[in-house]
């Protein structure tokens, strides 16, 4: 009865900490063709995943909050354009991030680029300063409401 509930509780746990994660996508090919299809935003996220603080934070804070999961699943397409210092890559994510970065020119870290599902740039956002995940969304939303209405 104790493994029972045990394996159960486990289950529980995996799920909660599985639950508040997006599906972000690293092809942005793939994502545009998702994006018109499904008439979503795209949300483009330059990040140093690995090193840098800022990036990390939003991750944490935003990209990881239930809010801006739930949003995102009925909003978004999201696409990581990652440059990571220890974690790998190969080098054909790696040209394609870069050229990603020289075309929507993100130099600094973290960027994040929404587009509409037509690919005109909607918002460009460099830094992070704490904004909650709640504010964030709200941004988001925003943007939203201002593409349906032309």
């Known amino acids: 009865m104790k493994k029972l509930l045990l394996s159960l509780l486990l289950c529980w746990v995996a799920l909660q900490v599985g639950a508040a994660e997006a599906d972000w996508l690293t092809d942005f090919s793939k994502a545009q063709s998702k994006a018109q299809a499904d008439k979503k935003m795209i949300l483009l996220e330059f990040t140093g995943s690995d090193w840098c603080p800022p990036c990390k934070a939003l991750h944490k804070n935003v990209f990881t909050s239930d809010e801006f999961v739930k ?80």
């Not at 009925?74 to 210092?85: E, M, Y």
């Open 71 to 150: 949003f995102a699943k009925d909003n978004l397409v999201l696409v990581l354009v990652d440059f990571p210092q220890t974690k790998k890559q190969t080098e054909e994510q790696k040209k394609a991030n870069e050229e990603l970065a020289k075309k929507f020119g993100a130099e600094g870290f973290p960027t994040v680029i929404v587009l509409s599902s037509e690919g005109t740039q909607l918002n460009k956002q460099v830094g992070y300063d704490n904004e909650s995940a709640k504010d964030f969304v709200k941004k988001l939303q925003a943007l939203k409401d201002k593409e349906k209405g032309k």
